[in-house]
């Protein structure tokens, strides 16, 4: 802003530079005053060129960070400001008595900017000492919960165990029990 503010005031000069050699050339043509007034225009080409080639029109374009905060950058005043760039000032925090300059650095960092408001808003530090509260009392339900179901599982298990054993003892009854129809149908066979 004060970049702009002195390019104004150079601009105000060199208009005032300009109407005083235009009443100059008015009021005399001789060679002397000629070579006054060639003298004041290559001044004013200089300033022009220093003012508008060297210093040129400047503008601030924040970066938003994430998840909070914000980087300051200096342009040029053509720069596009695109995406994670916006032109919005952060908000501006006052300094607290008692706080130090850290301190202070890291709360004007706590905001953020919402895109879809383009605006800065400040990360509210919220309290989780009741969210806390409800975790451990869901924690110690959860660990009843898990008690039960590993007992349960337990006990699923030794009846799986016990079925395989069963089903392995009817296999082999099985077994043995047609081991046993086939020698009686030999019997039988052979009898006749």
Same mark, same amino acid.
């Given at each position: 802003?004060?970049?702009?503010?002195?390019?104004?005031?150079?601009?105000?000069?060199?208009?005032?530079?300009?109407?005083?050699?235009?009443? +100059?050339?008015?009021?005399? *043509?001789? /060679?002397?005053?000629?070579? *006054?007034?060639? /003298?004041?225009?290559?001044?004013?080409?200089?300033?022009?060129?220093?003012?508008?080639?060297?210093?040129?029109?400047?503008?601030?374009?924040?970066?938003?960070?994430?998840?909070?905060?914000?980087? !300051?950058?200096?342009?040029?005043?053509?720069?596009?400001?695109?995406?994670?760039?916006?032109?919005?000032?952060?908000?501006?925090?006052? *300094?607290? #008595?008692?706080? +130090?300059? !850290?301190?202070?650095?890291?709360?004007? &960092?706590?905001?953020?900017?919402?895109?879809?408001?383009?605006?800065?808003?400040?990360?509210? +530090?919220?309290?989780?000492?009741?969210?806390?509260?409800?975790?451990?009392?869901?924690?110690? /339900?959860? &660990?009843?919960?898990?008690?039960?179901?590993?007992?349960?599982? #337990?006990?699923?298990?030794?009846?799986?165990?016990?079925?395989? &054993?069963?089903?392995?003892?009817?296999?082999?009854?099985?077994?043995?029990?047609?081991?046993?129809?086939?020698?009686?149908?030999? &019997?039988?066979?052979?009898?006749?």
């Amino acid at each position: 802003m004060d970049q702009k503010i002195r390019l104004e005031f150079q601009l105000v000069k060199l208009t005032v530079i300009c109407i005083a050699i235009q009443t +100059t050339v008015i009021l005399s *043509k001789s /060679g002397r005053v000629l070579r *006054k007034i060639n /003298g004041l225009l290559e001044q004013l080409v200089g300033l022009l060129k220093i003012e508008f080639n060297g210093g040129r029109m400047m503008k601030t374009i924040y970066k938003a960070l994430y998840p909070i905060g914000y980087e !300051e950058h200096e342009v040029e005043d053509n720069f596009p400001t695109a995406l994670p760039f916006v032109e919005v000032p952060p908000i501006l925090f006052e *300094k607290k #008595e008692d706080e +130090t300059d !850290e301190a202070f650095g890291r709360r004007q &960092q706590s905001q953020f900017f919402n895109f879809t408001e383009n605006k800065w808003e400040e990360a509210v +530090t919220q309290d989780y000492s009741k969210k806390l509260e409800l975790l451990q009392n869901l924690s110690i /339900g959860l &660990q009843v919960d898990n008690t039960a179901l590993k007992k349960s599982n #337990e006990e699923l298990t030794e009846k799986a165990d016990s079925m395989a &054993q069963l089903n392995a003892k009817l296999m082999l009854n099985d077994l043995t029990i047609n081991k046993k129809i086939e020698v009686i149908e030999k &019997q039988i066979g052979g009898a006749s």
